[in-house]
């Protein structure tokens, strides 16, 4: 007997999900009782379910299906049934986007949002402005206003929160209410006053002498909702910002006030917003980072992530304010959420001495493997600035960062670390052989190739110099062997770096050469016969000028010079000189999460070239030879600022200068003057 | 240091329940930061695999703050950005959850959610509006909820076999 029971309960089965095989079609032809009267509320209930579950799952309802539901759903209106009437609203607001004409609901949710059942008024409203237009929304003004200002707290919030959906929608109608949310304001619910000040400030945020106004009012009267007091910090410290105030300011001292809150959420608002403020003492900082060093041994998982979090920035600036938490910090290291963990030795990274590394790196190695991918990263980039605080430690550090290279990781975390080991092999010329090494190691098995050709490139460069080149000959010449043909070709260039500057490899060199010669990709054999060719010449000029400098010129410019000679074909041969030469190219952004861009970024003078040679007057002036920096003509203070740059071509000179918005230029023909 | 940004009221990305094998009970999403459902359950797939091992309240993925829970057979999750009052997120999860909790009874487990999705979808639109965080008080989104309190059919099937097999064993 027992078992027939279990069997049974096996079959409905725990794992069985009563929505499992839902079929759209299916559940709208169900949908179709809702005409019938009188209506039956609880299978009513279950059909509205079934199909708002369907459209969550993410099922698709053509127009016409959509809105024959939707009118279905409008019958069920004659019902009593709340719960059924709640899944109408709920109903029309998920089909307000597929459905026609939904319009039709309108009379009927004004009835509901004005009638006497409060379950209903706040979620008719919510509903009634999801459906709403700028012009219907000015017949229901009135009620609006009402609702805003009416004595129960769901009915306020919801008028008040839609009446925040709509500012995009109606702004200057939604304008009109700004008394009455002004008196919402001082409820006493704390969800009330939240969406009351959040409303208010959406409507007056242009303003900011309003918004001063307000905030003013606001920090004196002392609202109790802690929602409402998070809010007030961020649209202070935005204040704060937009008026470059002092820190002796009020609206700085109402932050700092925060800090004293007894809730904890505002207390965090708080610290967070000093921590963010672009300048702020290290003395300023102080009670901020007290408070977060409490909140570290919070047993809420969120506090410390948050405090660890928000220390880790003040350590970017300000690393002196937080060795007083390193303690703290350090037993965090242990943490069962992997990314306090991670933060919190990064932090440390930050603000540890010399001595404190060993160990440190030591935790991470532990822990590293479970972390995610965006958080690896985080702790290569600490590793990263902190073997540049310490050079000595590179050794450990080098140990430590290859062992991370041996592990499963994506192709940004790799990255990292190779550019980390390189940044540490260029610093340090002590650390070359063992970067050097572990880097062949890591090529003998990467699936990415641009890794494998920028650490070949570097091979190299670096390898021939160092005591015993012949080592990384190997490594190199399995490439050739193992890998695609991008990095077959890295390999070869590299192998001509070494016969070119070390004379007893070269014959080894010319060997595996000839050998290259015969690969089956063009490129690989078209660069192993130029190598070949110019090695065996023996010549150190032609080492120098084909093996060794790389393009001298910006491979843009030089594209353009190319194709320019096609259209106009001479019998002179084409001339590298009328390249121009490639100027340093613009600088790229060095912040913590930048991206490196993957193609080479375009340096000035290409950028100016092509500027240049849009200009009708300008395109008879031949290819632009050099472009200098820009000139400063006033001083910086002044009210205007105009500056100069002067455009070198064949014959011409042309001199731009620009002012503020507005750039002449100016073409002088040079051999004229006789300069 | 990050740029200060715009104060305002929406702060909820999204508010999401999978189940033990990462599949989709419930998901809303309030803006377009995963527009298509393609991306969206891709996601869901990304966070479920991140967090369904570890204990951990908290994390940070695909550039996003996330705050999530989990009872026997459930997963909630609520997201934000990442400038966000994390513990005004927590605040919307603890309220979903404890919500739940009392009108599922304490079952909070996939059999009995599954029986009363009407509920959860009540709730979380008592909740968040629209990104905007309506309520805070798990006892007024139960009392707006406003439910008509029946017996899950489970809930009987259970105590029935309880008590039979017990009957039996005597």
């Known amino acids: 007997m027992i078992k027939k029971f279990d069997k049974k309960d096996e079959e409905s089965g725990s794992g ?37 579950y369907l459209l969550n799952q993410g099922e698709h309802f053509g127009t016409t299906e959509a809105t024959e539901a939707f009118f279905a759903m409008t019958r069920l209106f004659q019902s009593n049934d709340q719960t059924l009437r709640r899944m109408c609203y709920l109903t029309i607001k998920e089909m307000a986007n597929i459905s026609e004409d939904v319009i039709i609901v309108t009379s009927s949710l004004t009835k509901d949002m004005t009638g006497k059942e409060d379950v209903y008024r706040g979620p008719a409203i919510r509903a009634l402005c ?66 009351a000040l959040g409303l208010l400030y959406h409507l007056r945020k242009n303003d900011r002498l ?74 300023e900082l102080a009670p901020a980072v007290s408070v977060l060093q409490l909140f570290c041994s919070s047993p809420k998982a969120a506090l410390r992530y948050a405090a660890v979090r928000t220390l880790n920035k003040v350590a970017m600036k300000h690393p002196s304010a937080v060795t007083a938490c390193n303690l703290d910090l350090e037993n965090l290291i242990t943490d069962s959420n992997r990314s306090i963990a991670t933060l919190a030795i990064t932090t440390l990274l930050k603000t540890g001495s010399e001595s404190s590394v060993d160990r440190l790196m030591k935790q991470i190695s532990s822990f590293v493997s479970e972390i995610s991918d965006e958080f690896k990263v985080v702790v290569v980039q600490a590793i990263s600035s902190l073997c540049q605080k310490y050079p000595r430690k590179h050794s450990v550090m080098m140990n430590f960062l290859s062992n991370m290279l041996r592990d499963d990781g994506g192709f940004e ?38 890794l494998a050709t920028k650490i070949l490139h570097l091979l190299g460069k670096e390898g021939p110099r160092t005591p015993a080149p012949s080592k990384y000959i190997r490594f190199i010449f399995n490439r050739v062997v193992l890998e695609s043909e991008a990095v077959r070709a890295a390999a070869v260039s590299a192998l001509a770096k070494f016969g070119a500057q070390n004379d007893d490899l070269l014959p080894s060199v010319l060997v595996l050469m000839q050998r290259c010669m015969m690969d089956s990709d063009d490129e690989v054999r078209d660069r192993a016969t130029f190598y070949m060719n110019v090695l065996q010449q023996k010549q150190k000029a032609l080492n120098a000028a084909y093996i060794f400098n790389g393009l001298s010129v910006s491979v843009p410019g030089l594209e353009k010079s190319l194709h320019q000679y096609t259209l106009d074909p001479s019998e002179r041969p084409f001339d590298m ?55 400063q003509l006033t001083e910086a203070e002044t009210e205007y600022v105009v500056r100069c740059v002067k455009h070198t071509f064949a014959q011409h000179m042309v001199f731009q200068f620009d002012c503020g918005g507005v750039t002449v230029c100016v073409c002088v023909c040079v051999s004229q003057v006789g300069v | ?81 990442s400038h966000e009052n994390e513990l005004m997120l927590m605040a919307v999860l603890n309220c979903l959850f404890d919500s739940l909790s009392q009108m599922l009874r304490k079952n909070v ?35 707006r909820v406003a439910l008509r309190t029946f017996l899950f059919p489970s809930q009987v099937l259970q105590s029935a076999k309880e008590q039979i097999k017990w009957s039996l064993l005597r």
């Open chain 1, 130 to 195: 999801r459906i709403t237009d700028t012009t219907m929304l000015q017949a229901i003004e009135r009620y609006m206003k009402q609702a805003i200002v009416d004595k129960v707290p769901s009915v306020s919030s919801s008028a008040l929160v839609s009446s925040l959906h709509m500012v995009k929608m109606s702004y200057d109608v939604v304008k009109r209410w700004v008394n009455e949310a002004q008196e919402a304001a001082s409820s006493d619910n704390i969800m009330v006053q939240y969406h």
């Open chain 1, 413 to 450: 975390y790799k990255r990292a670390i190779v550019d980390c080991i390189i940044g540490i092999i260029e610093e340090n010329p002590e650390s070359k052989e063992t970067g050097l090494a572990h880097l062949c190691e890591f090529i003998e098995d990467c699936e990415h190739t641009v």
């Open chain 1, 210 to 283: 309003a918004v001063s106004k307000m905030l003013n009012k606001f920090t004196k009267s002392g609202l109790k909702s802690p929602f409402a007091y998070c809010m007030l910090i961020r649209i202070a410290s935005k204040l704060l910002e937009e008026t470059e105030g002092g820190h002796d300011s009020p609206l700085f001292d109402f932050i700092e006030s925060c800090l004293r809150n007894k809730n904890e959420m505002v207390v965090y608002e708080a610290a967070s917003a000093i921590v963010h403020m672009p300048t702020c003492s290290a003395r």
């Open chain 2, 1 to 81: 240091m990050d740029s200060q940004t715009e104060p305002s009221l929406y702060t909820v990305k999204a508010v999401l329940i999978l189940d033990n094998d990462g599949d989709r009970l419930y998901a809303k999403y309030y803006d377009d930061t995963y527009p298509t459902v393609k991306e969206q359950k891709a996601f869901e797939k990304n966070i479920f695999n991140k967090t369904h091992r570890t204990d951990s309240e908290i994390a940070l993925l695909e550039g996003l703050t996330v705050v999530y829970k989990s009872n026997i057979d459930l997963f909630f999750y609520v997201i934000g950005s």
């Open chain 1, 16 to 52: 069985s999900n009563p929505f499992q095989h839902l079929e759209k079609s299916a559940v709208l032809q169900e949908a179709r009782i809702f005409n019938e009267t009188p209506i039956n509320p609880r299978r009513c209930l279950h059909i509205l379910t079934k199909i708002i």
């Open chain 1, 577 to 631: 000189k009328s390249v121009p030469l490639a100027t340093t190219p613009i600088s790229e952004q060095k912040s913590a999460t930048s991206k490196m861009p993957e193609k080479m970024a375009p340096s000035r003078q290409d950028i100016y070239q092509e500027q240049l040679a849009a200009i009708l007057e300008f395109q008879g002036l031949g290819p632009l030879f050099k472009s200098s920096e820009a000139v």
């Open chain 2, 109 to 143: 487990e996939r059999r009995a959610l599954l029986e009363n999705m009407e509920g959860l979808f009540l709730a979380v639109d008592e909740i968040v509006d629209g990104g905007v965080i309506l309520e805070s008080d798990p006892q007024q989104v139960v009392h």
